[in-house]
């Protein structure tokens, strides 16, 4: 099971994305936005792989701006 995190530019997006998520029945959990996504606030959304489009689709349908967070390899 792979977990993505999705990340947000304010605080306001990041609470409404995990309402839509909660509306859509996508299991999310509100985490903290890793410190190398450099996103604009300090919460992020971790998200199962296979809920991602279904979760982004929604979210971009509500203008919510979103970035799935991809680490660089090590």
Not at 29 to 39: H, I
Not at 53 to 69: D, P, S, W
Request: hydrophobic content about 55%.
């Amino acid at each position: 099971m792979t977990v993505r995190t999705l990340v947000f530019e304010t605080t306001h997006h990041a609470l409404w994305a995990e309402e839509v998520a909660r509306e859509a029945r996508l299991g999310v959990e509100v985490v903290p936005a890793p410190a190398a996504a450099r996103a604009g606030c300090d919460l992020a959304l971790a998200v199962l792989d296979e809920d991602v489009a279904e979760l982004l689709a929604a979210l971009r349908e509500r203008g919510i701006t979103v970035r799935v967070f991809e680490p660089k390899p090590a």
